[in-house]
């Protein structure tokens, strides 16, 4: 599954390395793509082994904020 996430709080690409990195350490993620300068994050993933609450809460527990 792809999913998009509209991210607002990134302001570097230090942004983008710390959420890159830590989403990818997930099991059934496939492909992270983070971008500060669009405010989005795209990932590939399997959805029977992460669900989109988890990823979202991982991006906020980094100090971002999903937004709608």
Known sequence: MKTEFRVSGMHCSGCEVLLKEEL???EGVDAVRVSYPEGIVEIVYDADLLGKE???AVIGEH???VVS
């Open 54 to 56: 988890v990823i979202a």
């Open 63 to 65: 100090g971002f904020k």
């Open 24 to 26: 990818q350490e997930f």
